[in-house]
């Protein structure tokens, strides 16, 4: 085996993962990487004891799909490794953790009406950027799309007749196309009209480039400081929000699968459900009440 130094078999894992896959998932896969050599310090991180004591220590700190996150990182870092005659392959064998829908399901916070209204109280419609940011809010509060389908958006994307947006590229490559309700559609256009310069993306930054998921989240976090919001404010939190308001709608699972781009009705029930559960717990005991 090559004795090639960690810093540079990552920049390799690096060049060949961006050959095949999106740029949040390099950049997701790589996050964990570096948090595992950092962990490794003078171990040396190649050897299957060096990553079995690791992700002990992940699994004492961390939840059970925190620690899936970062094997399924380790996992394909070790398989390029082996691939790449660097080492062998560290992870063989070693089996993911088994996640029940409890473990695998964030408990996202849910967003009412007064918080909606809060976040839109501090972005100034006099500036573009309060245009911006409240056109981005009501993007979020009105469609089911991931910080990336959003940010990712391109002006030709808006379907100004047909009140329709169309991600072209989304999670797994699903193209799939979201509703823009008026209140939303009145928000970009305002917005669209303001902005200082014209690019082809429809989310301008303040360096006048294309707005990226990280900057959305940024965002988020900043005007929920404003608005006095003490619970997390974050982009996937409003995709399970939205999800919620589909199933009180009536809707059935496979209409909000094909909504919310994903490919089966299994993926799209991990979204609320804890919330779900519990409003028809409170349902129920009302109907036993009389």
Request: charged share 25%; proline share 5%; with cysteine.
């Amino acid at each position: 085996m090559i004795a090639t130094p960690p810093l540079e078999a990552r920049r390799g894992f690096e060049l060949t993962l961006g050959a095949s896959h999106r740029p949040q998932t390099v950049r997701g896969y790589l996050e964990h990487l570096d948090v595992y050599l950092h962990w490794c310090g003078d171990r040396n991180p190649y050897v299957r004891d060096t990553v079995l004591a690791y992700l002990g220590d992940v699994a004492v700190r961390c939840s059970r799909s925190t620690l899936a996150t970062y094997h399924k990182a380790l996992r394909a870092f070790f398989a390029w490794c082996a691939t790449e005659g660097i080492c062998a392959n560290a992870m063989q064998g070693i089996k993911p953790p088994r996640l029940s829908p409890d473990d695998a399901e964030r408990d996202a916070p849910v967003y009412t009406e007064a918080d909606r209204a809060a976040l839109l109280a501090v972005c100034p419609p006099w500036t573009w950027m309060g245009l911006r940011n409240r056109a981005l809010i009501l993007s979020l509060w009105h469609t089911p799309l991931r910080a990336s389908e959003l940010t990712g958006l391109l002006v030709t994307d808006v379907d100004w007749e047909g009140m329709e947006i169309t991600v072209r590229s989304g999670k797994g490559g699903v193209r799939y196309t979201v509703v823009m309700p008026v209140e939303m559609a009145e928000a970009v256009h305002r917005y669209l009209r303001r902005r200082p310069t014209e690019i082809e993306g429809l989310w301008l930054s303040e360096k006048g480039t294309m707005m990226t998921p990280r900057a959305l989240s940024l965002t988020l976090k900043r005007l929920a400081r404003r608005a006095g919001i003490t619970q997390s404010v974050y982009p996937h939190a409003f995709r399970h929000r939205w999800r919620i308001q589909c199933v009180i709608m009536g809707m059935t699972d496979v209409e909000i699968a094909s909504l919310m781009g994903q490919r089966t009705v299994r993926a799209t029930q991990g979204y609320g459900r804890k919330v779900l559960q519990a409003q028809a717990r409170a349902r129920y005991r009302e109907r036993l009440a009389g």
